[in-house]
C-alpha cells in the first residue's frame, strides 16, 4: 500500500512542478532503487524515471538538452549502443529490461542535467543530499549498536520490493556490516563515498554552513568504512587525498582534530590499514575475514572465461551471469567485480565503452577541478573489486553532473 501511495505523490510532483519531482527522484528515490511501485515488481525509480522522459518534451528545460558535456554524452551514446546491439544479436534478449536500463542509466541523468539550472535548484538537491545522509547515519547508529536493522524490516513489511534486501549479521573489523537504509553494504558504502565529495565541495567552496558540510563528510565516510566493504576503503583514501590536499580544509579546525587523531591513533591506524590491505591481497588472512579475496576472483574469472570466448566481443546478453553462468558455477556467487558481468553479458565492447566512460567523467571534472576527479576514479576502483549490485552508471553520472553544475555554479561567481 505505500508504494503505491509514493509513486502517487512522486507522480503528482512531477505533474505540478516537474524540476522538483526530477530533483527527488535523482537524490531520494534513485539510491533506494529497491523500492518497488506496486506495478508488478517494477522499482519506482523505474517508472518515475521513465514517467519524467514522457513529460520532458513538453517542458522547458528540454532545451537544455543540448548543453549536456560531449564528455559525458558520447560515452553513454555508445554505451547504449553497446546493449542494443548485444540484445539484439544474443541467444535471450531482454528487450524491455535493455531500454529500461538505458533510460535510468543514461537518459535520466541527462533529464537531472537540465533541471540543474540555477543556484535555487542546485541548493535544492544538496539540500536533499543533506537529508539523505543524516537519515542514512541516523539508521546506522541503532543498526550498529543493536547489530540488527530494523528500518530495512520496516521497508519490507511496508512496501513492494522490487530488488534484493539484505540486513547482513556478519561483523568485520568490530563492526557489523551495515546497509542503514540501503539494499546491501556496497551500496551503502557508495553513496557514503560518492556523497562526501559533494559535501567536500560545499564545505570548500561556499563559506555559508562550512563545518556542518565537513562533520557531515567524515560521518558519511564513518559510513562507508561501517559498511564492511574494503573495495570501499579505495573510495575512502580517494576522498582523503582529496581532503588533505586542500588548503580551505586545512584552514578548518575540524581538519586540526582530525589530524590529532590521526597522530594519535596512528599506531591502531597503521595496524588496522595493514590488516585490511593484507586481507584485500592475501587470500589466506581471510580466514579471519570472512568475504572475497584475489583467489576467489581467480576462480570466478576461470569459471567466467568459457562463456566469454562464446562471444568474447558483443558478449551474451543481459543478466547472462546470473541466469547461466551462477546457477552453474557456485563459485561466483555476488561476481566480486563489475568485469566479471561486463565481459560475460557486454564482451569486449563493454568493457572498452564502460573504460571510455570512466576516463571520459574523469577528464570532465578534472578540468573544472584537478581533485575531484578522483570521483569516477574511486567509483572504478571500488567496482573493480566489488559487486555493481545496486550500483548502477546512472548513480556515478547523478554525482557527476551535480559536481560539474556545483563547481561551475562557484567558478561564475569568483569570476
Not at 217 to 223: D, G, K, V
Amino acid at each position: 500500500m505505500l508504494s503505491y501511495a509514493l509513486l502517487f505523490v512522486f507522480i503528482f510532483l512531477l505533474l505540478r512542478d516537474y524540476k522538483k519531482g526530477v530533483i527527488f527522484t535523482a537524490f531520494i528515490v534513485q539510491p533506494l532503487t529497491y523500492i518497488g511501485s506496486g506495478i508488478g515488481e517494477i522499482s519506482l525509480y523505474y517508472i518515475l524515471a521513465f514517467f519524467a522522459l514522457i513529460l520532458f518534451p513538453i517542458t522547458p528545460y528540454f532545451k537544455n538538452i543540448k548543453t549536456y558535456p560531449k564528455l559525458l554524452l558520447i560515452p553513454t551514446c555508445l554505451m547504449a549502443i553497446s546493449y542494443l546491439v548485444t540484445n539484439s544479436i544474443c541467444r535471450k534478449p531482454h528487450t524491455v529490461l535493455i531500454i529500461s536500463n538505458i533510460i535510468t542509466q543514461f537518459i535520466f541523468p541527462v533529464i537531472l542535467w537540465c533541471v540543474l539550472t540555477d543556484d535555487n535548484k542546485l541548493k535544492a538537491a544538496v539540500k536533499l543530499l543533506c537529508y539523505m545522509c543524516v537519515i542514512s547515519i541516523l539508521v546506522m547508529i541503532p543498526e550498529q549498536i543493536f547489530k540488527h536493522n530494523y528500518f530495512t524490516d520496516l521497508i519490507m513489511h511496508t512496501c513492494v520490493i522490487s530488488d534484493f534486501v539484505i540486513d547482513a549479521d556478519t561483523i568485520r573489523y568490530g563492526l557489523k556490516r551495515i546497509n542503514s537504509i540501503f539494499s546491501y553494504f556496497s551500496t551503502c558504502g557508495m553513496f557514503g563515498y560518492l556523497s562526501a565529495y559533494i559535501l567536500w565541495i560545499m564545505g570548500s567552496k561556499y563559506k555559508i554552513r562550512q563545518n556542518y558540510y565537513f562533520v557531515l563528510l567524515l560521518l558519511m565516510m564513518l559510513l562507508s568504512f561501517s559498511s564492511g566493504s574494503r573495495a570501499t576503503f579505495l573510495g575512502i583514501f580517494c576522498v582523503l587525498i582529496g581532503l588533505f590536499t586542500d588548503s580551505k580544509f586545512q584552514q578548518n579546525n575540524i581538519f586540526k582534530i582530525l589530524l590529532g587523531l590521526c597522530i594519535l591513533l596512528s599506531p591502531i591506524i597503521v595496524s588496522y590499514v595493514g590488516d585490511i590491505l593484507d586481507s584485500m591481497i592475501s587470500s589466506d588472512s581471510n580466514k579471519a575475514v570472512t568475504g572475497s579475496s584475489s583467489e576467489m576472483r581467480m576462480l570466478q574469472w576461470e569459471a567466467c572465461l568459457p562463456y566469454f570466448e562464446q562471444s568474447p566481443i558483443w558478449g551474451n546478453g543481459r543478466m547472462y551471469i546470473w541466469e547461466e553462468v551462477a546457477p552453474r558455477n557456485p563459485i561466483i556467487q555476488g561476481a566480486e567485480s563489475i568485469f566479471f558481468s561486463l565481459t560475460v553479458d557486454y564482451g569486449i565492447m563493454g568493457v572498452i565503452t564502460y573504460l571510455i566512460m570512466i576516463g571520459s567523467a574523469t577528464i570532465l571534472l578534472y578540468k573544472k577541478e584537478r581533485r575531484l576527479a578522483f570521483l569516477p576514479i574511486g567509483y572504478f576502483l571500488i567496482l573493480s573489486l566489488s559487486p555493481d549490485a545496486g550500483i548502477q552508471y546512472n548513480l556515478l553520472l547523478t554525482f557527476v553532473v551535480l559536481s560539474y553544475k556545483l563547481i561551475n555554479s562557484y567558478n561564475n561567481k569568483a569570476m
